[in-house]
């Protein structure tokens, strides 16, 4: 899959939280990831960040589970689960 553009900011979205409504939330595999920081640039909400040399998380109250960052990790070290009410 080609990336034909990339947000370099996200807009206002962490100026608002998430609420109840999202049904997927990301799960990082620190052990699979490479550090590639895919999913840190292509988040278009900006809450996925830097841990470690190879470990990510995302902030949970910004997060909409789009999915994009376990869609374009090349490493596949990301997953969606359901969110747990």
Known sequence: MRLLGVVTRPGTSRQNKTGSWRVMRPVFDHDKCTGCTT??????????YHTGKT?????????????LCAEMCPADAITMKEEIK
Do not use: A, N
């Open 39 to 48: 999913c840190e640039t292509i988040c278009p909400e900006g809450c996925v």
């Open 55 to 67: 470990e990510y998380d995302s902030d949970l109250d910004y997060c909409k589970g789009c999915g």
